[in-house]
């Protein structure tokens, strides 16, 4: 996969952007505010359709500016594609469009364009609650399983359904009714979320593990463990298995819920643990190897990506070698030989060699 150009118009600080880029990689050097960081939003905003620091797509478009138009040509499989959004100020709702042609939404481009991003915030994959991580685990199997995307529409369907059950019951009693039909179904649905999680967290946890170790000159050590409910012995066995225990579960806090008014057992509470050299890294971890270890999750699901889909994904790294030694940092830059890379950094000498150098001021491209 390879982005091979991009051109912008009113998005963020870019009044107007057009740049080319190199199949390996891509330094983007410049100060501080001067757009490093808009260019990757830019990127993934075409890759996902979602702008990844904000929920308000308004604020993507330029102050001032009536619209943002992005486009991008990418090359995967040798077929090259173009990809294109133009957001509007006000209600009027957004365009997409793939090789020219107008699309109904984002899912037609799905998969068109795969980036896997590392930013400082996801720092906070492995310091804060279960819910990022959860979401780091959807948002991948959404990706590579469209069963798993199935599935999990419709645990939570049900899941909501038996929160309001579970919410309302004293006013209506006979709600109560319903129960072990909702049980019944997020069993069969919850035990194939968790099949999916446990065979995809083996692999995580396996690639992870690695590069961790060699990211820190063999020096610590990573493990990542799933926890789901607590009667699921093995999460790697038989689904009917999965959903017994599920079911045993459910029952022995059946009257827990109903007390409580609240949806205790399920696989909506899953997470993984994340252990370093014995100690669990949420509360002992550096700041160094919090983002050696956050680090080392984006480039093994890079390459569980290229392993299932055949295609390497962009790896787009903002800011992500502040705070790392220099032997981390040798080996992050010594990872970035294959496929295509964005790597955002203030200036420094340094690292120039590196690859193909685009220097960015004020929102627009510096000639050398
Ligand atoms: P740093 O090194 O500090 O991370 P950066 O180069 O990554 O900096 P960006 O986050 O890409 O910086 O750009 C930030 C600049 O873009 C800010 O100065 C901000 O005011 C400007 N900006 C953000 N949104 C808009 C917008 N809608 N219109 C115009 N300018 C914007
Ligand atoms: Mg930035």
Request: glycine share 6%; proline share 3%; charged share 30%.
């Amino acid at each position: 996969m390879e982005l091979e150009s991009i051109r912008l118009r009113g998005f963020r600080n870019y009044a107007e952007l057009d740049a080319a880029f190199v199949p390996g990689v891509n330094l983007v050097l410049g100060d501080n505010a001067q757009g490093k960081t808009n260019l990757l939003e830019a990127v993934t905003y075409l890759s996902t359709g979602k702008a990844f620091r904000t929920r308000k797509e308004q604020e993507l478009i330029q102050f001032g500016a009536d619209f943002a138009d992005l486009e991008a040509d990418v090359l995967a499989k040798n077929r090259e594609k173009t990809l294109r959004a133009v957001l509007f100020t006000g209600r009027k709702p957004r365009q997409l469009f793939l090789n020219g042609v107008k699309q109904k939404n984002f899912t037609t481009m799905e998969g068109e364009l795969t980036t896997v991003l590392f930013c400082p915030e996801d720092l906070l994959i492995l310091k804060s609650g279960a819910e990022k991580r959860r979401r780091l685990l959807d948002n991948a199997l959404c990706q590579l399983r469209p069963g798993y995307s199935r599935a999990l529409q419709e645990y939570q369907r049900l899941l909501d359904h038996k929160s309001r059950i579970l919410k309302d019951w004293r006013d209506r009693p006979s709600y109560l009714d319903a129960l072990p039909g909702f049980n019944l179904r997020m069993a069969q649905f919850g035990a194939a979320l968790i099949a999916y999680r446990a065979n995809y967290l083996q692999k995580l946890a396996r690639l992870t593990a690695q590069y961790h170790r060699e990211f820190s000159g063999d020096r610590e050590r990573l493990a990542l463990t799933y926890r789901t409910v607590s009667t699921v012995l093995d999460p790697l066995a038989a689904r009917a298995e999965i959903e017994r225990q599920i079911l045993d579960h459910q029952e022995s806090h059946l009257r827990a819920e109903i007390e409580s008014g609240q949806c205790l057992t399920g696989p909506h509470r899953d997470d993984f643990e994340v252990v370093c050299n014995d100690l669990p890294l949420k509360s002992f971890g550096s700041q160094g190897q919090v983002r050696t270890a956050a680090i080392s999750l984006k480039l093994a699901e890079r390459e569980i990506f290229r392993d299932d889909t055949g295609e390497m994904p962009v790896l787009l790294l903002d800011d992500v070698l502040s705070e790392l030694d220099e032997g981390r940092q040798d080996f992050l830059l010594n990872q970035l030989r294959a496929g295509q890379v964005f790597i955002t950094c203030c200036e420094d000498r340094k690292f120039t060699k590196l690859g193909a150098v685009l220097h960015i001021a004020g929102g627009a491209l510096r000639p050398e």
